[in-house]
């Protein structure tokens, strides 16, 4: 066995693109036997599409020469940690009078710091955690059931600019430099950007780009800016490459969608992290609403980046959400996941409808209107709610679904006919399409056929109200919740551009 030094990773395809004793560290695997062992073929089948994914072939990564790029230095560490432990921005202070002493003391090239959401997808976050922990430090990496990103924005970057602030170049340069990697499935990418979108409405710039290491069961979001749908944890050097290309990766724009959520008096259970309690709530007022409105209302704000739904797959999904909580042992990774929904969701009717018998669980019977903007066009316009969906997604990404495309590749002749515009994820639009039953969603997502195209929106608005379903179901970026409806008094829902945009890494 070939001998190689811990510190790199060395992997080697002949012409034909196969593997031939890849070399991870000390390890190696072997290739299979000429009698053909299908398990082994299949496992290096997984394993190829995985190398490929994250772009590992003939990459060599010098662990000391990766640190050196990420790691602070070790008095901004320990005064980041002194400020977010205190919730006090100025707590590190000491820290910098201590480090005068001292010489030669520079900036990294990339500062990085790494959220990891321990209960994405397989919870494999603490093994990921240690590892990381290992390669970088401590208090670079943090685990958001301990620290939240509005905890890190309020008194870790604080901490640096008050530093900044005092004279400290390093400090300065490493807020300026900094760059975020988010370990977790779309609804933890969304809360860390949102968090960070602060930024902007503070004046505190630059906001930091952000990475993905995708440990979620979709992860849309981590398809559309390169980081592949899961991420190959088990191998050490995956690692090294990753932040490797966090650090060297050109940066994308994403949009991000504001939502607005007026509702009579109540409050919203096991609500999203995205979704906060608000009193600064208006509805535009380009568009009238004609129904009277309560004395008392609740008021909740939050932001999205890949999608929100209304309708029968948010169901499945917030029943899924619980089931997987209650039973953590099913969650054992996205294919297992993807398996335990699918049977969740012939389980809730999604599949199999008594039809004849309840014929109002067809339609969307809780939303009374939609109303949107189109593009380049201030004025609303009510678009009409087929009959026949009982699904409704606002989409800005081309991934849904775990990197289904169910807006579709369309022609330019069927654009121009329906007056819609190629999408992209920084166009200002949302895509709006119905799915009218899991048979219907199952062809869709296997891009057999498009799901039934709706609208193309700069805004959005909903009108819900309680009725035959007692709630309506709702998510954002893969987080669903139960929304109660009233029946004298209706719920609105109003998505906006939010006019900055998120800044992304992109790991191709």
């Known amino acids: 066995m070939r001998k190689v030094n811990q510190n790199y990773f060395l992997l080697e395809l002949n012409s034909e693109g196969q593997l031939e004793g890849p070399l991870f560290g000390d390890e190696r695997m072997d290739s299979p036997s000429s009698t053909g062992d299908t398990t ?20 060599r990564i010098d662990k000391e020469e990766l640190k050196r790029m990420i790691l602070m230095p070790q008095y901004l560490r320990f005064a980041m940690r002194d400020c977010i432990r205190f919730k006090d921005p100025t707590a590190g202070e000491s820290r910098f ?39 970088m430090s401590e208090e670079q990496v943090f685990d958001l059931s301990d620290v939240k990103p509005h905890e890190f924005i309020r008194y870790g970057l604080g901490c640096l600019e008050m530093l900044a602030g005092l004279g400290d170049s390093v400090a300065k340069e490493t807020r300026e430099r900094m760059r975020v990697m988010v370990a977790g499935g779309d609804g933890t990418v969304g ?31 981590s398809r559309s800016f390169g980081w592949g749908g899961s991420f190959p944890f088990a191998w050490k050097s995956a690692i090294k490459r990753s932040l490797y290309r966090a650090c060297t990766g050109p940066l994308g724009r994403l949009d991000s969608w504001q939502i607005q959520l007026s509702m009579p008096a109540g409050t919203i259970e096991d609500k999203p992290h995205s979704l906060s309690i608000t009193e600064d709530f208006s509805l535009d007022e380009g568009l009238e609403i004609e129904e009277a409105l309560p004395e008392k209302v609740t008021c909740y704000e939050g932001v999205f980046y890949n999608y929100f739904s209304v309708g029968m797959d948010a ?27 699918s049977g969740y969701s012939c389980s809730q009717g999604w599949f199999f409808t008594p039809c004849s018998s309840v014929p109002s669980l067809r339609g969307l019977r809780n939303i009374l209107k939609m109303h949107v903007k189109k593009v380049n066009c201030s004025e609303w316009e009510q678009v009409p709610v087929p009959s026949s969906v009982r699904a409704i997604v606002a989409l800005n990404l081309h991934n ?16 121009e006919k329906r007056g819609f515009v190629e999408a992209h994820a920084d166009d200002g639009l949302l895509e ?46 893969g987080e669903p919740w139960k929304q109660p409806t009233r029946k004298d008094f209706s719920t609105y829902v109003e998505i906006t551009r939010v006019p900055f945009q998120s800044l992304m890494i992109n790991g191709e």
């Open 40 to 59: 082994r073929i299949a496992a290096r089948s997984s394993m190829m599409d995985s190398i490929r994914g994250c772009g590992l072939a003939g990459v």
């Open 97 to 135: 009078l201590h480090s005068k002493s001292e010489e030669n003391i520079v900036a990294p090239e990339v500062p990085m710091v790494i959220f990891i959401n321990p209960r994405s997808g397989g919870r494999h976050g603490p093994v990921l955690k240690e590892r990381l922990q290992h390669l």
């Open 191 to 221: 809360w860390v950007l949102g968090s960070l979108g602060d930024l902007n409405k503070l004046g505190k710039l630059p906001v930091p780009p952000v990475g993905i290491i995708p440990l979620g069961t979709g992860n849309d979001l």
């Open 315 to 341: 169901q499945v999904a917030h029943g899924f959400h619980h089931l997987r909580n209650e039973k953590p042992y099913l969650a054992q990774g996205p294919i297992s996941n993807k398996i335990i929904y």
């Open 400 to 415: 849904y679904g775990s990197g289904r495309n169910p807006w579709g590749n369309l022609k330019p002749e069927y654009l």
């Open 432 to 477: 709006i399409f119905g799915l009218k039953q899991g048979w219907h969603a199952s062809f869709v997502m296997v891009e057999l056929i498009s799901a039934k195209h709706i609208a193309q929106a700069a805004a959005i608005r909903l009108e819900v109200r309680g009725g035959e379903w007692k709630d309506a179901y709702m998510q954002i970026d």
